[in-house]
């Protein structure tokens, strides 16, 4: 008797549209964090993303106030020309993670509901993480441009993904954050380009430590004090190759040396949402990888309202 394998399918083929664009429906998240995190050596990958995306996931997800939540795993070995050289740019030293995470927000008072109880939360990332270091974003983060049909994504959607780091080139965050936003909006416009969205977070200040997670480091060298975060998408790796080859990418980079001192790339190999417009998933719900097998074995009765009643209740 052959063996029933229990791994969900993870790589579905992307539903873009070339004329639409999904953006807009990102505005909902007033307030927003962008954490980067770090595994611990001693655990391995597949368990650190397992206990991530199906342990660790549900119970963020549940945290009260939570408009926003949102996993980006990365894969350290997928790509080696995510980012091209530019001139006067260089790579963060030592700058290794495993992830960058979205916990937003509807409101002020929705993160304050969210803060005064999320120490349940952050006692549990010790298990997986060596270090996290949350960036505030208190006017939300930017959706340029975003081509993907589907506002809930769990896995690997096929489209080739990146999260770019900068690092400033100086202390002027103004002028740092408009020149980032800059080349945000130049590439958002490039048929290329599936999806563009800009994070300007505050500068992170060492002396007042996030997330409150204890015995995880969060503490940041001085070039990793101001950064921006862009998110792009491209329908495969030598589609980006080829479009930062083009004149029109050596344009929109021109002279970025001035405001930019350091980037790094970071590959994504899967996009887990949990909660969106403050309404839990069904990854957020039962978990990431229950939530593709259900999705895969075709179980509508594992998505009625009673079921959902059942698991957030204890009660039919």
């Known amino acids: 008797m052959r063996p029933v394998s229990l791994q969900a399918k993870d790589t579905p083929l992307p539903t873009l549209s070339t004329a639409a664009n999904f953006a807009e429906r990102d505005r909902t998240i007033a307030i927003n964090t962008y954490t980067t995190v770090l595994r611990r050596d001693r655990v391995p990958h597949d368990l650190f993303a397992t206990y991530w995306r199906d342990v660790h996931g549900p119970l963020c997800s549940r945290i009260p106030g939570l408009g926003w939540y949102v996993q980006a795993h990365f894969d350290r070995e997928q790509d080696a020309h995510l980012w ?18 979205e916990i937003g927000f509807a409101s002020a008072d929705d993160q ?9 939360l952050f006692a549990d990332e010790q298990n997986m993480f060596a270090a996290t270091v949350a960036y505030a974003l208190p006017k939300g983060s930017q959706t340029l441009v975003d081509r993907s049909v589907d506002p809930v994504p769990n896995g690997d959607d096929g489209l080739d993904r990146i999260h770019v780091h900068f690092g400033a080139a100086h202390t002027d965050a103004e002028a740092f954050g408009a020149r980032i936003e800059a080349l945000a909006r130049d590439l958002a416009v490039e048929p290329a380009v599936l999806k563009v969205r800009v ?4 500068r992170y200040d060492n002396a007042k430590p996030a997330p409150p997670a204890p015995y995880v480091g969060h503490e940041v060298s001085t ?10 998408a491209f329908a495969t790796p030598l589609e980006r190759r080829q479009f930062f080859a083009s004149p029109n990418f050596q344009t929109a980079t021109r002279d970025l040396d001035r405001d930019v001192a350091y980037a790094t790339g970071f590959a994504v190999s899967g996009v887990y949402t949990y909660v969106r417009d403050k309404t839990l998933t069904l990854a ?10 259900i999705e895969q074995i075709g179980a509508v009765n594992q998505v009625t309202d009673e079921v959902r009643r059942l698991l957030m209740t204890g009660k039919l």
């Open 284 to 293: 957020g719900l039962r978990g990431s990888r229950p939530a593709q097998l």
């Open 112 to 120: 304050t509901l969210f803060n005064d109880t999320c120490a349940i």
């Open 223 to 232: 070039e990793r004090e101001l950064i921006a975060v862009l998110e792009l």
């Open 84 to 101: 091209p050289e530019i001139e006067g740019i260089r790579t963060f030293d030592n700058y290794e993670l495993d992830g960058g995470v």
């Open 199 to 202: 994070h300007l977070p505050d």
